[in-house]
């Protein structure tokens, strides 16, 4: 199983992406308060794929980026 994780303050504009990697099989999607990526947060859309930072322009490229890596690891 491949735990997700993302900051609730960059989750909020970016749902889209919650609710599309919700559709991948055995993945675990956590919401946390902060993850202390604030420059990231800030700046782009991101989040934790089994302990590493994959960010991106926009969500749609996060999603991208996230399946490519998911699917790498499998």
């Keep these: 199983m491949t735990t997700i994780e993302f900051c609730a303050g960059n989750l909020r504009e ?42 991106a322009d926009s969500a749609e490229a996060l999603i991208d980026k996230i399946i490519g890596y998911v699917n790498e690891q499998c």
């Design 14 to 55: 970016n749902m889209v992406v919650w609710r599309e990697l919700e559709k991948i099989p055995n993945t675990n999607l956590v919401d946390y308060g902060c993850l202390g990526y604030c420059g990231n947060c800030y700046s782009e859309a991101f989040a934790i794929v089994a302990g590493v930072l994959i960010h």
